[in-house]
């Protein structure tokens, strides 16, 4: 497991925007992340209803967010590396509220395409086994 210390240097989120708590296991392809994030009553995303379904698919971003950012340091890059969510795809969620007091949060996202420019993922966001979300997204690195 890696704790939220030895990666959150390496992403662009910060502070509370930082939704994610810990890596439980990544590979060249996929990451696996927790978070409890979604049962802080100061969430950034919550609304008056809670945190909507919708919100999930920053869960993932920021799971692809990390996992390049793990694959980046294997090849020596130590900085934060900018990038724009440009495209969500298939989203589909099974709920209209996160449940804040249904446990943490599974967060998988599969990369199906990266190079230097952007890369495109898989996600999904589970809560004791239950799909609350899933979808592709892509992101662009600035500068291209």
Excluded at 8 to 13: E, F, N, R, S, Y
Excluded at 56 to 69: N, R, W
Excluded at 107 to 122: K, N, P, R, S
Aim: hydrophobic residues 45%; negative net charge; charged residues 20%.
């Amino acid at each position: 497991m890696l704790a939220k210390t030895d990666w959150a240097h390496l992403i662009p989120h910060q502070g509370t925007m930082c939704l994610l708590d810990a890596v439980l296991a990544w590979d060249d392809v996929s990451i696996h992340a927790i978070s409890e994030s979604h049962a802080d009553a100061d969430h950034p995303l919550r609304g008056e209803c809670g945190l909507h379904a919708v919100h999930l698919a920053e869960y993932g971003a920021q799971a692809m967010a990390v996992h390049g950012a793990l694959r980046a340091r294997e090849r020596g890059v130590t900085e934060a590396r900018p990038g724009r969510l440009v495209s969500l795809r298939d989203v589909m969620l099974a709920v209209e509220y996160v449940d804040a007091a249904g446990g943490h949060l599974d967060v998988h996202a599969e990369c199906l395409y990266a190079d230097d420019a952007g890369a495109q993922y898989a996600f999904r966001v589970e809560q004791r086994g239950r799909l609350l979300a899933s979808g592709r997204a892509a992101v662009i690195h600035s500068g291209f």
